[in-house]
């Protein structure tokens, strides 16, 4: 599944052929047809697995660290780190790729795609609750909303344009100029009331 999903995630759907899959897995064509049913099937199997295995663990960050701005600092490091073992241009988000190619004509990758979306906003949601604490800031539910959201689309946004990065120091930059926006729009807010329970 690893290496069926790296292909996918590395060439996209479109450029990817049962014979390429058979090649980067080793498993036989009748193989790949009797495990998933043809090519379109590996492809959503293979972006819930990429689900579970790469974006699980990177939302599973914002929720379990104890400070909420070390938490979303975290989750974007975990990611720039893999783009720097990776090396750059980087491949990208696997979700955010295949939403640009196949989202329009592909019901499986939509359903995976927007769940993937709630996942990340309730991710940076609880997240920021904390960080609206630690800052003594009067962030209403609204207000983080909006802010999980913008946090949600402008992550997934810096993977894709990682793709035509060459420099990880230009990606960090990006990462840390989108927290010091949102660090200072959690500090406008004003001080402390009990509007979000972490």
Known sequence: MQNAMWTFWTRGYHATSIDDLVKTTGVARSGIYAEFGGKEEAFANCLEHY????????IAILTNHESGLKAIRAYFGFFIERHRQHGLPGPGCFLANSV???APHSQA?????SAHRRDLQQGFKAALCRAAFELNSHAAPDDLDGLANFLAVASQGLW???RAMDDIAELEQ????ILALVEARL???????DDCQA
């Open 51 to 58: 689900r579970e295995a790469v974006a699980g663990p990177a």
């Open 100 to 102: 640009t190619e196949m």
């Open 109 to 113: 990758a939509l359903e995976t795609a």
């Open 160 to 162: 894709s344009y990682a």
């Open 174 to 177: 990006f990462a840390r100029e």
């Open 187 to 193: 500090s406008n807010f004003g001080d402390a009331g």
